[in-house]
Each structure stands twice: as C-alpha cells, then as structure tokens.
C-alpha cells in the first residue's frame, strides 16, 4: 500500500542553520504531496503541499519539491529559527475505495531549533 | 472564527469506562476524521466520515464508536473495549473528501487512564 518514510529525528539545530528533513513515498501514480506541521500542544496545520510532480510548495520560507524520479519531497529551510521548533510530518493521499482517500502520515520529525 | 473545536483538552478514563470526545466545526466542511497520536508512530486514522449519517472504519476502529447527526459535530466514543486508550486524539474536517483536500486540524484531546 501506499506510504511515506521520513527520517527519524529529534533533529537539534542552531539558529540561522539550513534544514533538511528527507521524505520519501511509495505511491501507485502520482498523488498530491503534503508537510504539516504541529507547535507544541496544538493540532496539525498544512504546511505546504505539491499537487504534480516537479511542483515546489513553500510557505514561511520553508520548501519542498515534488521529485518523481527519486519519490521524495524533502522540506528544507535555508535559516531556521527558533519558533520553527516543531513536530514536521509528511503525507500523503491514499485512495480507500468509493471515491475517498484517507492521508497517511510519516512518523513525524521533531526539530528543535536552539538560540 | 471558524475552526475546529476539540473538548475537553485532557480526559481521564477509569478501567471499564466508556468516554466520548467532542469535536465540533463551523466551517461548513463535509469531511470529518477522527486521528490517533502516539509518541513516534504518527497519526493513524480511526474513523472518518463524508457526509452527515454516514461514517467509514479507519485503520484502527476497533474499541471506538462515532456518530455524525449533525455536519458540525462528530463525536467520539472510547469504549471499554479499547485497552489501551491513553493517546492524543486529533480531529480534522476537510471541504470535502478528495486527493488533494487540506484538513483542518483542532488542538487535540489528551485521553489517560486512571
């Protein structure tokens, strides 16, 4: 069945550093792609998403782009800062008949971004 | 605003007892799912629902119940057959169901067990 795997963290990182949290998918065709993204006590909310391949989303400087070829959709950030300390998940649709799909979600990647 | 409404925030459950977690919206969305968070295994989906008295099993319904009487509310039941309850329970609506949808998540129910 459909899946994605993401690397395990915690990952730690200073202030102002690049960040790359890798994704990859096993999918029949080519689905939508997402990141999502949850703060500490809070629900999940869409970071960014990529409909097509070679696509790019990005949003509050975070990107990714949708790599057919290699099956992956890393998020990266050139600067991160402290209030990107969050929990990061990717995911993505899979179809469970009738004409729904359900996401399902990689294990999540914990960063913590320290001053 | 609109958004998604999850109470309470904490809940506490005693052996045999059965506990329902609410979840209400007002963004007129016609999708609403019901998550499970445990630490270092993700979201995994319990039940989801398309439109109003309608609901489908997710990947780990057994011990749950749902309901949806109502397009803005779609609770959940723990019951006493779930033996391991304790989690972080999530729920989402999305504007319909579809391949490339953005869920709309609330800020999630902390269920232990006594």
């Known amino acids: 069945g459909d899946s994605v795997t993401q690397m395990e963290g915690p990952v730690t990182l200073s202030e102002e550093a690049f960040l790359t949290i890798n994704c990859t998918y096993t999918?029949?065709?080519?689905?939508?792609l997402f990141w999502y993204v949850q703060y500490p006590g809070e629900g999940l909310q869409l970071l960014l998403k990529?409909?097509?391949?070679?696509d790019k989303g990005s949003n509050k400087g975070f990107e990714a782009t949708y790599r057919k070829e290699t099956t992956s959709f890393h998020l990266e950030k050139g600067s991160v800062q402290v209030s990107d300390s969050a929990v990061y998940f990717c995911?993505?649709?899979?179809?469970?008949?009738?004409?729904?799909?359900?996401?399902?979600f990689g294990k999540g990647t914990k960063l913590s971004v320290i001053p | 605003d609109g958004g998604i409404t999850q109470s309470p925030k904490y809940l506490f459950r005693k052996e045999g007892q059965n506990v329902t977690l609410s979840c209400e919206q007002n963004?007129?969305?016609?999708?609403m799912y019901w998550y499970r968070q445990d630490p270092g295994q993700g979201l995994r989906l319990i039940y989801y629902?398309?439109?109003?008295?309608?609901?489908q099993k997710g990947d780990i319904a057994e011990g749950y119940s749902v309901s949806r009487e109502k397009k803005e509310s779609f609770p959940l039941t723990v019951t006493s057959a779930q033996k391991n309850p304790t989690a972080f329970y999530l729920c989402?609506?999305?504007?319909?169901?579809?391949?490339?949808?953005?869920?709309?998540f609330g800020s999630g129910t902390q269920l232990s067990v006594l």
């Open positions: 963004l007129n969305h016609d999708a």
């Open positions: 629902s398309q439109i109003v008295n309608d609901f």
């Open positions: 989402a609506s999305s504007l319909r169901q579809g391949a490339a949808e953005k869920l709309f």
């Open positions: 999918a029949t065709g080519y689905p939508s």
């Open positions: 990529a409909t097509k391949a070679d």
């Open positions: 995911a993505l649709p899979s179809y469970s008949g009738a004409g729904s799909y359900q996401l399902t």
